[in-house]
Every structure is written in structure tokens, then in C-alpha cells.
């Protein structure tokens, strides 16, 4: 391990990010262990070192040309947030058990990030899941006619599911 008990949350932080904009999965897997817990909010938790390697590994085939920025980190002696986002062509192979649509993405996430003696221990990941599904084309677009019939069939359901109670 190349970090030690004196490195700053913030820059394992920036460390992390710049090696996942470059696709070096290596160098960002450095900092985890098998106890850390990614906790992607929109999907669920991934658990342990080879689990999140597994994910990034195949986030990367599915989306060849994933690209990702941070705009900013804040940390302090025990945690950082980093706010980024990222784009890409789900143009690879399956991702999340969902086969490539080609369709181009662009989301905004931020990662919490608690970290100690320079190792991550678990790390909560937002960004709009619903967003991602509506860009790839899993759900309809938001306001279009395919939205405002799921919506309509939903709350036709939900009425009906409130009067049988």
C-alpha cells in the first residue's frame, strides 16, 4: 500500500478519482480493502475489494468511452465528498444485467466517502438512478406520451390498491 496513517481524506479522495478518469483501475482498487463497502444508492451495496473491482470492471466494458470529472472535494479529518460527473456511450458489454443500448449518458453523482489511515471503509454513492434508466431508454422520457401513460396506469392502480384497503 503506498498510503499511510497521515494521508488526508481529501487527497485519497482526488487520488481515487483521477485514477478512475483515466480507467486505472489498479491504482483506484489501492485504497479499498476486502471490508469496504460501496454503497451505490440507486443500485445497492457492493462488498469488498474484488466485488468493486468486479463493478468498475464492468462499468468500463459496458461504457468504452467513460468519462469522468470531479468538481469539486471537501473533506476533513475523517471523511471526503466529492461531487463529479460522468458520460459515456453504453456501447460495451451488459451492465447491471441491462444488454447496451448504445444510447450516449451523462449523469451527476456524489460520492461520501469515509476513510481511514488512507483506506476507504465505506463510500455512499447518489446519483438519479431514473435519470440513468430514461437516457439508456429503459424508462420513457420524462413528460413524453410513454411517461404520462406509465404514470397514469400507476396512479389508476394506486387509487384502486387504496380503495381495496
Same mark, same amino acid.
Given at each position: 500500500m503506498a498510503t499511510t496513517d497521515t494521508t488526508t481524506p481529501s487527497k485519497v479522495a482526488r487520488a481515487i478519482f483521477e485514477a478512475l478518469s483515466k480507467k486505472d483501475l489498479d491504482a483506484a482498487t489501492e485504497f479499498i480493502t476486502d471490508d469496504? *463497502?460501496? %454503497?451505490?444508492? $440507486?443500485? @445497492?451495496e457492493v462488498r469488498g475489494k474484488p466485488a468493486i473491482r468486479r463493478f468498475f470492471d464492468e462499468l468500463l466494458a459496458a461504457f468504452p468511452d467513460?468519462?469522468?470529472?470531479? %468538481?469539486?472535494? *471537501? @473533506?476533513?479529518? &475523517? &471523511? $471526503? #465528498? *466529492?461531487?463529479?460527473? $460522468? $458520460? @459515456? &456511450?453504453? &456501447?460495451?458489454?451488459?451492465?447491471q444485467g441491462i444488454e447496451a443500448t448504445g444510447k450516449h449518458v451523462e449523469i451527476r453523482g456524489v460520492d461520501v466517502m469515509e476513510i481511514t489511515a488512507g483506506q476507504v #471503509?465505506? =463510500?455512499t454513492i447518489y446519483y438519479d438512478g431514473a435519470s440513468f434508466a430514461r437516457q439508456?431508454?429503459?424508462?420513457p422520457? =420524462? @413528460?413524453?406520451g410513454p411517461d404520462k401513460a406509465m404514470r397514469s396506469v400507476f396512479n389508476t392502480v394506486t387509487r384502486f390498491r387504496k380503495r381495496l384497503s
Open positions: 469496504t *463497502v460501496d %454503497d451505490f444508492v $440507486a443500485i @445497492g467513460f468519462e469522468m470529472t470531479v %468538481d469539486r472535494i *471537501v @473533506g476533513d479529518r &475523517s &471523511s $471526503a #465528498v *466529492v461531487q463529479w460527473h $460522468a $458520460a @459515456g &456511450s453504453f &456501447s460495451g458489454g451488459k451492465f #471503509v465505506h =463510500n439508456i431508454g429503459m424508462l422520457h =420524462n @413528460g413524453s
